[in-house]
């Protein structure tokens, strides 16, 4: 359930990307979840 919570979290704030593409918005969405990635790993 925690990857369908983070899933919405992501995709809302897609809804606030500026003149909105397909493209422009898969390559904010990889970004977002790239930053989710890196915050979720765990320090060494």
Do not use: I, S, W
Not at 23 to 34: G, M, N, P, S
Not at 38 to 44: D, E, F, G, I, L
């Amino acid at each position: 359930m925690a990857d369908l919570d983070l899933v919405r979290k992501l995709l809302t704030k897609l809804r606030h990307v500026p003149n909105p593409t397909p493209a422009k918005l898969l390559a904010e969405f990889r970004q977002l979840v790239a930053a989710e990635e890196v915050k979720t790993q765990p320090k060494r």
